[in-house]
């Protein structure tokens, strides 16, 4: 199961995957409706945005699962795991 936060900003809802590093370790795999996957610095995305309640992010959640993503919502990453990536 891959752990996923979801946030929000003036842009929209969209996830953060912490524990999965995008090609180079130093940042790691968002998503979002708009762009879908992405990438992005995970202190500068956690620090520019505000987490998203259950009826916000519902819509994301479904669509990551029926994109073949099998989730776990979690509120706060562990910093020891995602340095061991």
């Known amino acids: 199961m891959d752990a996923v936060l ?3 900003d003036k842009y929209g809802v969209f996830a ?3 524990y999965l590093s995008w090609r180079n370790g130093w940042t790691t ?3 979002a409706h708009m762009g879908q996957h992405s ?3 995970y202190d500068a995305m956690i620090s520019q945005s505000k987490p998203a309640k259950a009826s916000e992010y519902r819509d994301l959640l479904r669509e990551l699962r029926r994109i073949g993503y ?3 919502v979690i509120h ?3 910093r020891r795991k995602m340095y061991q990536l």
């Open 6 to 8: 979801f946030r929000k």
């Open 16 to 18: 953060i995957f912490p």
């Open 29 to 31: 795999t968002c998503y």
């Open 39 to 41: 990438f992005g610095d």
């Open 70 to 72: 099998r989730l776990r």
């Open 76 to 78: 706060r990453a562990c």
